[in-house]
Nanobody
Framework: QVLLVESGGGSVQAGGSLRLSCAAS????????MGWFRQAPGKEREGVAVILISSGSTGYADSVKGRFTISQDRAKNTWYLQIDSLKPEDTAMYYCAARWPGPAGCTTEPISWAYWGQGTQVTVSS
């Protein structure tokens, strides 16, 4: 059974930092894309960061560039999202997901992602 389990969310004040983790089990995702997405109440799911696991190449949504960093520890089958300079508008449920890159490669579009975690809540107060 493929499982993605997020952790590390919490309630923080604006300007703070969090590191989210996504632990994968049940499958070896070599060659896959791993992505981080978020969804705030009443809003569509938004892709914020992706990484091509085999090469470590990363991509980010324009809205988070410079504040979010995606990284991986392949030995631990774990992926991370470092979030710095948190803003109230970063408040959302954050999800990790995995997909085969296919012709389009790794993009932050939240479509065709095969595996999803259950999410971890990030709440930022002003």
């Amino acid at each position: 059974q493929v499982l993605l389990v997020e952790s590390g969310g919490g309630s923080v004040q604006a300007g703070g930092s969090l590191r989210l983790s996504c632990a994968a089990s049940g499958y070896t995702f070599s060659g896959y894309c791993m992505g981080w997405f978020r969804q705030a109440p009443g809003k569509e799911r938004e892709g914020v960061a992706v990484i091509l696991i085999s090469s470590g190449s990363t991509g980010y949504a324009d809205s988070v560039k410079g504040r979010f960093t995606i990284s991986q520890d392949r030995a631990k089958n774990t992926w991370y999202l470092q979030i710095d300079s948190l803003k109230p508008e970063d408040t959302a449920m954050y999800y990790c997901a995995a997909r085969w890159p296919g012709p389009a490669g790794c993009t932050t579009e939240p479509i065709s992602w095969a595996y999803w975690g259950q999410g971890t809540q990030v709440t930022v107060s002003s």
